[in-house]
């Protein structure tokens, strides 16, 4: 708890500390970047690296960002810098070092920090090893996972749904790979199978009447509400009550009105994903504004945050929680990278659902009258207004150390699936060789 605090201590005097960095080496007493900067890739990488930690209204840290970036991708190319830092480069132009996932990054560190002249041999092979005994761990989780999946895809019947136990499991992993966690790992997986059976059945399946009935349904949380539904949803709606029924009944007492709260979240999902499809039924086109404050709480990240805080026992308080509940700013942020981020793969591959409205990127194209390009562009921009947002929250809430640290996870998490405009977890070709390297492949020793 002590080294916690004092992390947070210095964590949040970083914008101080790194402008006087800024002044006194990087530049002169005319303000202006000093030439011999640009000839160290290092402390390039590292000031460009630390500047994506900026909040709003820090114009010092955008010049910082800016000219890093320019000398860095200027010194790509032509075998300078040497390997390992010129591989470091790529991968930060393309996602700064603080948006990683830090599992998926360790294994690109392990290779590179062995080609270091100074690495130290056996702090390394301990890397390693520590690194491939989680992965047996892990993959046995895997294996179990599936089959649960398998025994609720053969019990619900639903040919329909996407075959997402292995994206689901990896995006869990995403945010908890620590051994002492697999409680909370597993609550995550499945919550987000049940939250992609619903999606898909109010997209790609039901009719606007059976989607009534099963928001319908889902608000009356009881089991005399199975008589309502479609035969078809039937055995769906018994699986997702038992399976909430379980996980309540794997936390302790104190924390059972968590519980509470992610299936109220997942309630309020239903109630925004049956919206979304009357707008479609009306052929209603809302503006910008209106389709973005609905898809925000559509994509999903508020029952997500909810859920990280399960089968924490008091490691999590009360005033922790409820920073993941609602609809506060760490949030709303969180949720609207993950929806841009998501529309813009949809966007570009042209994939849309039977009941999907028209998305963020479409709605600004047409209220702007405006090309992909532009539309794209400044959806960008607001992409990036919203990691200032969580750099904020993640140095005014220090004393909720945990549930900050998972929020940034869950946000780390999207470009992960949603990197170069894809989406890799519905398009799982994306992934096999990150799972392979995860999963299945040890780390050489």
């Given amino acids: 708890k002590n080294e916690s605090s004092l992390f947070w201590k210095e964590k949040s005097t970083f914008n101080l500390a790194a402008l006087q960095m800024h002044s006194k080496k990087f530049k002169g007493e005319d303000g202006r970047f000093i030439n011999r900067i640009a000839d160290e890739p290092r402390a390039l990488l590292s000031l460009y690296n630390a500047a994506h930690l900026l909040v709003h209204d820090e114009p010092e840290l955008e010049e910082a960002m800016s000219f890093a970036r320019h000398h860095l991708e200027s010194m790509r190319g032509g075998g300078r810098p040497k390997a390992p830092l010129d591989n470091q480069i790529n991968r930060a132009l393309h996602l700064p070092l603080p948006r990683t996932c830090k ?48 025994d609720l895809y053969g019990y619900i019947e639903l040919s329909h749904v996407r075959d997402c136990a292995v994206e689901s499991y990896l995006w869990s992993y995403a945010l908890f790979y620590e051994e002492n966690l697999t409680l909370t790992r597993m609550f995550l997986a499945k919550i987000i199978v049940f939250i992609v059976l619903m999606d898909d059945t109010y997209d790609d399946h039901a009719t606007i009447k059976e989607c009534r009935k099963l928001n319908e349904a889902i608000q009356r949380w009881d089991e005399s509400a199975i008589s309502i539904l479609p035969e078809y949803m039937k055995k769906f709606y018994r699986a997702l009550l038992n399976y909430f029924r379980e996980t309540e009944a794997q936390v302790e007492a104190s924390d059972k009105y968590r519980v509470a709260c992610m299936k109220k979240e997942f309630q309020n999902l239903s109630t925004y994903y049956l919206q979304e499809f009357e707008w479609m039924h009306q052929n209603y086109n809302p503006g910008f504004k209106e389709r973005v404050a609905l898809s925000t709480l559509s994509i999903n990240v508020p029952v997500l945050c909810v859920t990280t805080t399960d089968g924490r026992g008091d490691a999590v308080t009360k ?38 409205a028209t998305n963020t990127v479409e709605c600004y194209m047409n209220e702007h009258k405006v090309t992909s390009e532009v539309a794209l562009d400044k959806i960008g921009s607001m992409i990036e207004s919203e990691w200032r947002t969580l750099n904020q929250v993640h140095c005014d809430h220090h004393q909720q150390f945990l549930v900050v640290q998972r929020l940034m996870k869950l946000a780390i998490s999207v470009p992960f699936f949603y990197d170069n405009k894809k989406d890799a977890y519905t398009f799982s070709k994306y992934l096999h060789e990150i799972v392979g390297n995860l999963f299945v492949n040890p780390v050489p020793l």
């Avoid at 390394?124 to 179990?144: G, M, R, S, T």
């Avoid at 570009?348 to 039977?354: D, F, L, M, P």
């Fill in 319 to 356: 005033e922790s929680f409820e920073l993941a509940t609602g609809r506060t700013s760490a949030v709303i942020a969180c949720a609207k990278i993950m929806r841009f981020m998501n529309d813009i793969a949809a966007f570009k591959s042209g994939r849309k659902n039977k009941g999907e």
């Fill in 103 to 150: 599992r998926v990054e360790m294994l690109h560190y392990m290779l590179e920090y062995g080609q270091e002249e100074e690495h130290i041999v056996v702090l390394l092979d301990l890397a390693k090893l520590e690194f491939n005994l989680l992965q047996h761990v892990h993959l046995k989780e895997l294996n179990a996972f599936s089959q649960w999946w398998k």
